[in-house]
């Protein structure tokens, strides 16, 4: 299957679709978790304006078919979709939430290739650790720095590339819910 039939097939309401650098095309259901957490981050993003240029799970276009829909995105002001899709040039902070099958992708995968680049702000929310890593500096091969903040742990402020600050309520963010299994 091509990725531009891929790009235009329908999926099922509630499954998220991504593709790995290796050229696999992966369709996992979203959790509670996962969709709860996403809605935090959009909530903490208000903070930057009503209309601050905020995505989820919207393309951006990378060079050499990378092409990516993060969780959650926080654009440059002036960002200018190219298309229908925004340019990675235009990306501040591309934050990824981790799902039981998604853990080596956004923890690995997507390290590297937003470093690569040159994403300014990488973040790993990961509701099953209950923790959030943030990678600064990115490089060719990734990113310099990763600082690792626990749920629970207070407001996380993030410098955007731009002189803005996101900042994320570690105290918000959703627990998984054991499900009495």
Do not use: W
Request: with cysteine; hydrophobic share 35%; proline share 6%.
């Amino acid at each position: 299957m091509s990725v531009d039939a891929v790009l235009h097939a329908e999926f099922p309401a509630g499954y998220v679709v991504f593709f790995g650098i290796d050229g696999k095309v992966v369709m996992t259901p979203q959790s509670e978790e996962h969709s709860s957490t996403i809605r935090s981050m959009q909530i903490d993003s208000l903070a930057l304006g009503r209309h601050a240029k905020v995505i989820s799970d919207v393309y951006i276009e990378f060079p050499a078919d990378e092409n990516s829909a993060p969780d959650f995105a926080i654009m440059r002001e002036d960002a200018q979709r190219q298309g229908k899709r925004y340019g990675f040039e235009d990306v501040l902070l591309i934050a990824e939430v981790v799902s039981v099958s998604s853990a080596r992708k956004d923890y690995d995968d997507c390290t590297g290739k937003y470093g690569r680049y040159g994403i300014p702000v990488y973040v790993v929310v990961d509701p099953y650790a209950e923790e959030v890593v943030v990678h600064t500096q990115p490089t060719g091969s990734g990113y310099i720095a990763a600082h690792t903040h626990k749920y629970g742990s207070g407001k996380l402020p993030v410098e955007l590339a731009d002189g803005r600050t996101y900042t994320l309520d570690l105290d918000e963010l959703p627990r998984p819910v054991a499900d009495g299994r």
